[in-house]
């Protein structure tokens, strides 16, 4: 997870996957942490994996407030 701020630093948080299992031949991972995390430019995500021969999904929730 990538925030940025207007004076051009920025914060990176690298979240670990843990393994669910499989369901329809799909292997699903949960990343589930207790960030907190500000910015006042954006938030981003970016979802890396170490296999380019296969396709893969991700399903991003945020859930928080605005100040």
Request: hydrophobic share 50%; charged share 10%.
């Given at each position: 997870?990538?925030?940025?701020f207007s004076n051009g630093q920025a914060g990176?948080?690298?979240?670990?996957l843990t393994p669910q299992g499989i369901r329809g031949g799909q292997s699903i991972y949960v990343c589930t942490?207790?960030?907190r995390a500000y910015?006042?430019?954006?938030?981003?995500f970016n979802v890396n994996r170490d296999n380019a021969a296969t396709s893969g999904d991700a399903l991003i929730c945020v859930s928080g407030y605005l100040v």
């Open positions: 997870m990538f925030t940025g990176n948080f690298d979240l670990a942490h207790q960030v910015t006042d430019g954006f938030l981003a």
